[in-house]
């Protein structure tokens, strides 16, 4: 059983779509991380969040965190193809945990 | 140059081979990780250390060993391996913040 879950598991859209990917859990997080990893590449994180009903913005890229600390979402505007990646979220803490991630495909 | 690199990049052996997988970093921190990934389970913490002194099992670590010879460098052991140690392995570091900066993993086959 995954600790944070990650919907949708894929993601596949046209360039200047719009999109939002979930992850949720039954946990309260102190914090949560959003990683973006390409292929062939490690995760690189683009954000952390750690106040309930957070929301951060990176370019085209929205990142909110639920006001309970349960759950996030990530929102892309106007996606291009060089949005496509896996996107994972993380729980903060010693031992970080990932949610499975979705992948996303944006075709040009 | 990368700020964590691992060694090999690629690897295939068989059943029953011991394999070291090699991390350093240029960053200067202090915390070291191990994560593996499979497809629809994403990173799995496999052991964790935040000195030179200090080792800590993850969440998968049966099957596994580390070692951390000096800040710089953390290694990886499978003393047998199996083919469902198939995976990508992760390094990672991180300072005191939770923020983690990865390598650019490793491919292992185990046949």
């Known amino acids: 059983t995954q600790l944070l879950e990650q919907s949708p598991q894929f993601l596949s859209i046209q360039e200047g779509e719009n999109l939002t990917v979930y992850c949720n859990s039954s946990s309260v997080f102190s914090s949560l991380q959003w990683y973006r990893q390409e292929p062939g590449e490690g995760p690189v994180l683009l954000v952390t969040v750690v106040t309930g009903g957070e929301v951060k913005k990176l370019k085209r890229l929205t990142f909110q965190f639920g006001d309970a600390r349960k759950d996030s979402s990530l929102h892309i505007t106007a996606a291009q193809p060089g949005d496509t990646g896996l996107y994972l979220c993380?729980?903060?803490?010693?031992?970080?945990?990932f949610g499975a991630g979705t992948r996303l495909t944006v075709k040009p | 140059d990368a700020d964590v690199t691992q060694t090999p990049r690629n690897r295939i052996t068989k059943t029953g081979k011991r394999i070291m997988l090699e991390c350093s970093q240029t960053k200067g921190h202090d915390r070291m990780y191990w994560y593996r990934q499979d497809p629809g389970l994403g990173l799995r913490l496999i052991y964790y250390?935040?000195?030179?002194?200090?080792?800590n099992k993850g969440e998968i670590s049966d099957g596994y060993s580390v070692s951390r010879q000096a800040q710089a460098k953390f290694s990886l052991s499978l003393e047998s391996a199996i083919p469902n140690q198939t995976a990508l392995y992760f390094c990672?570091?991180?300072?005191?913040?939770?923020?983690?900066?990865f390598g650019p993993g490793t491919r292992l086959t185990v046949l």
């Open positions: 250390s935040f000195d030179v002194k200090d080792i």
């Open positions: 993380a729980k903060g803490g010693n031992d970080m945990r």
């Open positions: 990672a570091t991180s300072d005191l913040t939770t923020r983690r900066i």
